[in-house]
C-alpha cells in the first residue's frame, strides 16, 4: 500500500512522527510526501529516499518560465474542483497578483505535483486540513488521478476527527451505522451540552508528548530570507514574514486589538453588554473569523460575509430581524468600515461578542450560518437552522438556496419546523460518533497531544481502519 503525506506547515513535525511510527512498526506502508514549503525539507529526506519527497520550489521557477505565453492547462477532472475555485479559496497572497499570474502560477503547481504523483502512483493521499492554493488544487489532482484522498476533518464540538473523501467534510461511505456504545456516548454528551457544560469525547492526552526544537528567531529569519531569495521568490500564500512576524507577538497584538475594539468599533454595535435586550422576533446569524479555511474551504463565495447577510435581508419575514453577532475570535481583527456598513442595513441588529451566543441560539426563530458550529448546536437546542455553505452535520440542518427562492425557504424553516425529539437527536449524534476516531491533526505548536505517542498510534491504527471500511464497503456494493 502506497501512502503520501501533504506536509503543510507545523503539520510536517506530526507526519514525521507517524512515518517514523509506521517505519517502526513494520506497517509495510510504502510513503512518499508532498512538501508545499522548505521548512521540514531535511527530516524528510532523512526518512525517504530523494525521489519519494515532492519538495514545490525545487523546480518551480523554470517551470514557470516553461509556461509563459502558454495557455495554462490543467486537465482537472468534472467530479473535482477546476483550478478558478482553488484559487477563490485563497487566504491573503494570490489574490494580490494579476489574474493571469495567479492561472499561470496554478499551471505551475500543477504540473510539478502531476509529475511527482504519476511517477510515485500512491494509492492514498493524506491531507490535514487544507488552508492553502496548493494544496487544494493537489487535492483535484489527486482526483482526476484516481488517487483516494484521506482528508481529516476535526469535529469541532465532538472533539476527536473522521476521514473524508473530499475537502468539503463529506461524510464517508460506510458513515449510517451506530451501535449502543455510541448511542450512550451521544446520550451523554447531549446531556452536558443541554447543561451548558459540553464535554468532549475521548481524545489522546499531551502525556509523553515529543518536544518540537526551534532555533533563534533571528536564526530562522535569515533562513527565511535565504530560501525566499534561492527557492521561493514566487510563493504567494499567508505564510508569509508579516504572519510569522504577527505570531511572535502574538500577546501584545491582542492587548492592542482589544484596546482598538473598544475605543473605536463598539460604539457601533446596537447591544453591547451580556444582558442587552434582544428582538421579540429575530434570525440569528453568528458571524465567522475569516480568512479561515472553515469558510475559505468549504465556501468561498460567502468568506465576504455581507453577501450571506444581504442574502438574510432578503427574505426575513416583515415583522423579524437580523441579530448578527461578532465572532469573540474577530475583536479588533476586522476594519471599522465593515461595522459602518452594516449599522447602515436597515433590519439588522449588530450584537457584540459580549453578547451570549446560547441565549441568542435558544431565542431565536431560526438561527443561520455559512458552515459554522451553530449548525450542529442548534440541531442539539431543538432549534431550525439554515446553513449556506456545506459541512459533515449540514444534512441536520436546512440548505442554503439563492436569492429568488430565501424567502420561501427562511418562511417554510420557521413555520414547518419540527423539531427532533430527544431519540433523533441521540441517534443522529451516535452516526457521528460511529465514524469519528478519537485523533488529532492541527499544529502541534499549539495543540501538544497532537505529536504524544498516544495520538500517533492512534493515528496510525485509524487510517488502517478507515481504509479498511472502505474496503468493506466497496465489497458489499459488489456483492450486491
Known sequence: MK???????????????????????????DWSAVLPRW????????????????????????????????????????????????????????????????????????????????????DYMLFPDLEVVDGFLLYSLCKSLGIVPIYYVGMRTLGGGFFSADC???????????????????????KSFLEGKPEALDEPQAAGSLSIQTAPLWRRALKALFMHIRYERKYAGED??????????????????????????????????EDAALPKKYVFYALQYTPESSINGLEPYYVDQTRSIDLLLSGLPSDHR???????????????????ELRRKPGLILAAPAIPARRCLEGAA???????????????????????????????????????SIRAVIQSLIGRFQKPDPDRQRIELARL????????????????????????????????????????????????
Open 3 to 29: 501512502i503520501c503525506v501533504y506536509a503543510f506547515a507545523t503539520t510536517a513535525h506530526f507526519f514525521t512522527r507517524l512515518i517514523e511510527e509506521s517505519q517502526a512498526c513494520g506497517h509495510g506502508i
Open 39 to 122: 521548512h521540514h525539507r531535511e527530516a524528510f529526506e532523512q526518512l525517504l529516499s530523494p525521489e519519494k519527497v515532492a519538495y514545490l520550489y525545487d523546480r518551480f521557477d523554470s517551470v514557470h518560465e516553461r509556461l509563459a505565453g502558454a495557455e495554462p492547462a490543467f486537465g482537472l477532472a468534472a467530479d473535482a474542483d477546476n483550478e478558478l475555485i482553488c484559487m477563490l479559496k485563497d487566504k491573503a497572497g494570490y489574490r494580490l497578483l494579476d489574474g493571469d499570474e495567479q492561472l499561470r502560477r496554478a499551471a505551475t503547481i500543477v504540473a510539478i505535483y502531476r509529475e511527482f504523483l504519476e511517477r510515485e502512483r500512491p
Open 168 to 190: 468539503y467534510e463529506q461524510l464517508p461511505a460506510y458513515f449510517g451505522d451506530h451501535d449502543a456504545q455510541d448511542l450512550e456516548k451521544a446520550a451523554r454528551f447531549l
Open 240 to 273: 508569509n514574514f508579516l504572519l510569522r512576524l504577527k505570531a511572535n507577538f502574538s500577546t501584545r497584538i491582542a492587548h492592542f486589538r482589544a484596546w482598538r475594539f473598544r475605543t473605536f468599533q463598539l460604539r457601533w454595535f446596537h447591544l453591547r453588554d
Open 322 to 340: 437580523l441579530v448578527v453577532k461578532e465572532h469573540p475570535a474577530c475583536i479588533g481583527v476586522r476594519p471599522t468600515a465593515f461595522y459602518r
Open 366 to 404: 431560526l438561527v443561520a450560518s455559512v458552515t459554522g458550529t451553530v449548525g450542529l448546536e442548534s440541531f442539539m437546542l431543538g432549534r431550525p437552522c439554515l446553513l449556506l455553505g456545506r459541512n459533515f452535520f449540514s444534512h441536520l440542518c436546512g440548505e442554503g438556496e439563492g436569492p429568488g
Open 433 to 480: 460518533i460511529h465514524i469519528r476516531y478519537p485523533i488529532l491533526l492541527s499544529d502541534p505548536l499549539v495543540t501538544p497531544a497532537v505529536i504524544s505517542p498516544a495520538n500517533i498510534k492512534a493515528f496510525l491504527d485509524a487510517v488502517s481502519d478507515h481504509i479498511r471500511r472502505l474496503g468493506s464497503v466497496g465489497s458489499n456494493r459488489d456483492a450486491d
